[in-house]
């Protein structure tokens, strides 16, 4: 099993600039979260999908940020435009909602800087 | 809601001594409780869960956790550490139910081994 994919996993961009991060899930999990970790606020949850449809996008910041999952191997987040302040390292996470609703298996990151 | 204090941001012991971390949760429904860890530039790797059974949890790595209801905790301990344990530790709650894919995590011990 390959486990959650991340890429890039170190992205560096200045301020106002699109990003986009990208996950691809654990083959049959059919939930995703995306996280986001900076030392101020610990590990916050972003947004979760169900079945590819969003569920609860309460954490997502703020109108630059936007998640989608066009299928059910590829999520993606976007930022637009960056700031300072976005960068964190930003996790995803998926589970099998069906075998195991309470095990979240943990991507690598993606580690953001944006000058 | 939920929430979880996690005493002591940073821990040093010495290879072959016991380690112990402390979680404590607050919950208005029933918990799952999780120890995560972060090595470094890593994601999060479920160590242990607790969903209701016993309430000795033994996970990977030769750790353990005991839920303790009366003092609403979830302390991890490893009866004598290796220097492949450091790394970032992380406790987190959850519940069954409605909202039950909501993780909240606490902020983190930083494990540092001796040698």
């Known amino acids: 099993d390959a486990g959650v994919i991340q890429s890039p996993r170190h992205e560096v961009t200045e301020m106002g600039q699109e990003v986009t991060l990208r996950c691809k899930p654990i083959?049959?999990?059919?939930?995703l979260f995306w996280y986001r970790q900076t030392m101020m606020r610990g590990l916050e949850l972003l947004i979760y999908?169900?079945?590819?449809?969003?569920?609860?996008d309460s954490g997502m910041p703020e109108d630059r940020f936007s998640a989608k999952m066009p299928n059910a191997s590829f999520s993606t987040l976007k930022i637009q435009p960056s700031e300072p302040r976005d960068s964190a390292v930003y996790f995803c996470?998926?589970?099998?909602?069906?075998?195991?609703?309470?095990?979240?298996?943990f991507g690598p990151g993606t580690r953001l800087t944006v000058l | 809601a939920q929430s979880v204090t996690q005493l002591g941001s940073h821990v040093s012991v010495s290879e072959g001594a016991l380690v112990l971390l402390r979680c404590n949760y607050s919950?208005?429904?029933?918990?799952?409780l999780f120890w995560y860890v972060q090595y470094p530039n890593q994601g999060l790797q479920l160590l242990l869960k607790?969903?209701?059974?016993?309430?000795l949890v033994k996970g990977i790595n030769g750790f353990e956790a005991e839920f303790k209801k009366s003092e609403t905790s979830f302390h991890l301990t490893k009866p004598s550490a290796h220097m492949s344990d450091a790394a970032e530790y992380f406790c987190?709650?959850?519940?069954?139910?409605?909202?039950?894919?909501?993780?909240?995590f606490g902020k983190g011990t930083k494990l540092s081994v001796i040698p």
């Open positions: 996470a998926s589970r099998n909602e069906g075998t195991s609703p309470d095990t979240q298996y």
């Open positions: 083959s049959g999990h059919n939930s």
């Open positions: 999908f169900n079945n590819n449809v969003p569920i609860d």
């Open positions: 919950s208005s429904v029933p918990p799952y």
């Open positions: 607790y969903t209701s059974a016993a309430t």
């Open positions: 987190a709650v959850s519940h069954s139910g409605a909202g039950s894919y909501q993780l909240t």
